[in-house]
């Protein structure tokens, strides 16, 4: 009689673990329809609040949960008999190798060496098979931290940019597709200032860091540089936003809308002319902002270009080419005479300003689609997003690759950092706001149901570190500004 090979006995053991693997998988999708049924039965006969398709619901997504956990299970066994063959081939090496015996301090590290790499590749393969289950849950131990403070209604049309007066008052600037920039009082939430001197959207506002004076960017191809006096109302009592009854994750329909007509600004003081418009794009001028210190703006455009301006004489002082397709944001350092400009390219570009006489620029390569916005960190780090649904981390002085990736599910608008306590701000497509820290590591989600969060796209976020109210602020496409009391070092302890 011939007699098996090794080579083959254990191909016949692996087909026969297969085998039995997928037996057991059949048994258990056989077995679901007939628990389903069981599970619906007994709350038929239960007295229940919640309406029938909500029932059915959440029937179906616990009979997911236990159908991914039994298959983890299933895995486990096979992993678990895996470490006992192991353990046992080891055991039968140590008796004949080199025909001498190994000691039993030898066969139980070379054992023990081979288990730790089973058992790590047991933890691994669990966290990947249940991270949506154990990601979908964490945000409810995070809505204590991240409480919606205050809304503020008033465009008639979604909102593209969000941004915070670096001077006293400090109020909150909205920039809107309705061709208007409202300023807001924080704590109110009441309209204080209306600009219409724009005849397009207004993709784009910035505070001057010293004067109480607005930069705004226009789809009428110009960007606006005004004044505006405002004065802050007393705060009234407001009712707690934060008591919020259903589950988190309720959808909304593209055409829910934020109650009322939308015309909270109707009564409050307008701005009709700019001080200085700066004109010298061919297309739409989609971001604004100023350079450090105030007497010079930089403008990024449809027309893959960016600008430099001479705030005081409004002339052109550098055309910024180099990109291949349109322009999406810009931004300036805090300290330093640097610009960042982004592109639906797939790149980001660093301008240095720094030396009078060398202008120089570096190519930041990283993405496979838009780059929809790139901000400056405190140091020598940019934060970049993008619409392949990554944030990017780099350092300064290695362009060649980022020290941290994010991924997520939903395309990345744009980005804001928490100089202070380098947190990541991520507005996506999807609705949500999530919060990470610089290392790529999950901070929080902000909430979102029925009654509060954004019911559409999340354009823009805003980090305001030290007002006592509201720390962070969002805008959407929902035609509405959300101001958020975010509890950093709770957030950061739980981390």
Known sequence: ??????????????????????????????????????????????????????????????????????????????????????????????????????????????????????????????????????????????????????????????????????????????????????????????CLVKYVGHVGSVNSIKFHPTEQVALTASGDQTAHIWRYIVQLPTPQPTADCNQVSGEDEVEFSDKDEPDGDGDGSSDCPTVRAPLTSLKSHQGVVIAADWLVGGKQAVTASWDRTANLYDVETSELVHSLTGHDQELTHCCTHPTQRLVVTSSRDTTFRLWDFRDPSIHSVNVFQGHTDTVTSAVFTVGDNVVS??????????????????????????????????????????????????????????????????????????????WCEDHPICNLFTCGFDRQAIGWNINIPALLQEK
């Open 385 to 462: 997003g993008s619409d392949d649904r990554t944030v990017k981390v780099w350092d300064l002085k290695n362009m060649r690759s980022p020290i941290a990736t994010i991924r997520t599910d939903s395309a990345v608008n744009r980005i804001n950092v928490c100089v202070g306590q380098k947190i990541i701000a991520l507005p996506h497509d999807n609705r949500q706001v999530r919060l990470f820290d610089m290392s790529g590591v999950r901070l929080a989600r902000l909430p979102r149901s029925n009654r509060q969060g954004h019911r559409r796209m999340v354009c823009c976020c805003a």
């Open 1 to 190: 009689m011939p007699i098996e090979s090794g080579s083959c006995a254990s191909a016949r053991q692996a087909k026969q673990k297969r085998k039995s693997h997928s037996l057991s998988i059949r048994r258990t999708n056989s077995s679901e329809q007939e628990r389903a049924g069981l599970q619906r039965d007994m709350l038929e006969g239960q007295d229940s609040k919640l309406p029938s398709s909500v029932r059915n619901t959440l029937l179906e997504l616990f009979g997911q949960i236990e159908r991914e956990f039994e298959n983890l299970y299933i895995e486990n066994l096979e992993l678990r008999r895996e470490i006992d063959t192991l353990n046992e081939r080891l055991a039968g090496e140590g008796q004949t190798v080199d025909g001498a015996e190994l000691s039993k301090g030898q066969l139980k590290a070379k054992a023990s060496h081979s288990t730790s790499q089973l058992s790590q590749k047991l933890k691994t393969t669990y966290k990947a098979s249940t991270s949506k289950i154990v990601s979908s849950f964490k945000t409810t131990t995070s809505r204590a931290i991240c409480q919606l403070v205050k809304e503020y209604v008033g465009h008639r049309d979604g909102i593209w940019d969000v941004s915070v007066a670096k001077t006293q008052p400090v109020v909150l600037g909205t920039a809107s597709a309705d061709h208007t920039a409202l300023l807001w009082s924080i704590e109110t939430g009441k």
